[in-house]
């Protein structure tokens, strides 16, 4: 990624976290902000395509394979439904979801394709997140997978908590996907330091309104909110809100235009979020002040 001493015009400066600023809550994207995206398309999302076709005949009969397959059914008819109604004809048809009534293998087999055209379009819908949570939690709990964050993470969000911050996640992977990630990394679960989590059932992560349910829902004043993520995107409305926001850059990450650069604050570490500049602090803590 380009350096941006390089760019042309005047960096942002970068965001820090000392005794004068007015913050409560910490907010956390996960792929690219505090996991590699390389994880997730590299790991993750292999083992569902490699798995789905097992999985759906194992789990077939089951009551939660069974309301994942019609939440998918209800999503790809409302593909449908828009496709019928927009006026754009070179958008691509989705593949639709057969009922029960049709051949199983027929079925399972049509669910398979709309959740593969559902991953190469990249649509971060709820109902694809649902499924996918439910099968990586077998993976994780087998230790077929175990969940990667950066070195930064854990040491900033010990910081945080002992400034009496309150630390959350927000991102399109279900809760349930999210709660897996962070109760199996190779540092164990860090579940105990995460204040609550939030998915696309709270709203798309690229609307305004998003941000500020959020932050009725955790009782903090949207400029008391600072929110990293890794796009633009995201940041943009977190931004309109009236949350603080910061972009993080990191290995792999898309790289920020010349204007986006100069839009928004933007760190390579959460350890520059500190006046110290040198990195995070290791508060010692014990686990019931933690958990207050």
């Keep these: 990624m380009t350096s941006t001493k390089k760019r042309q015009g005047k960096p942002m400066p970068p965001v820090v976290l000392d005794e004068n600023t007015d913050l409560k809550c910490i907010i956390l994207d996960i792929e690219g902000t505090t996991t590699a995206i390389s994880f997730v398309k590299d790991i993750l999302f292999p083992y569902i395509r490699k798995n789905l076709k097992k999985y759906l005949e194992t789990h077939w009969e089951e009551e939660q394979c069974q309301g994942d397959v019609q939440a998918l059914r209800e999503q790809s008819i409302n593909d449908s439904e828009e496709k019928q109604s927009s006026d754009d004809k070179l958008k691509v048809v989705s593949p639709k979801i057969l009922s029960n009534d049709e051949d199983m293998e027929l079925t399972r087999q049509s669910v398979i394709d709309y959740v593969l055209f559902l991953m190469d379009a990249d649509r971060k819908v709820t109902s694809l997140k649902q499924l996918q949570g439910h099968m990586w939690k077998k993976a994780y709990s087998t230790g077929e997978v175990v969940g990667q964050i950066y070195e930064d993470v854990l040491p900033a969000i010990k910081h945080w908590i002992s400034e009496r911050k309150k630390v959350y996640i927000y991102s399109s992977g279900s809760v349930e996907a999210q709660k897996l990630l962070f109760g199996h990394t190779a540092e164990g679960s860090i579940l105990e330091f995460i204040s609550g989590h939030f998915d696309t059932k709270i709203g798309a992560k690229v609307e305004v309104d998003s941000y500020c349910k959020i932050a009725k829902e955790i009782g903090c004043k ?16 977190a931004k309109e809100a009236g949350c603080h926001v910061a972009v993080v850059l990191r290995p792999g990450n898309a ?3 010349d204007e986006e650069i100069q839009e928004f604050p933007h760190i390579s570490s959460f350890s520059e979020l500190y006046a110290e500049g040198s990195g995070v602090k290791k508060p010692k803590l014990d686990r019931e002040e933690i958990k207050s």
């Design 222 to 237: 949207n400029k008391e909110i600072l929110f990293l993520t890794d796009v633009t995107r995201e940041a943009r409305p």
């Design 255 to 257: 790289p920020l235009s």
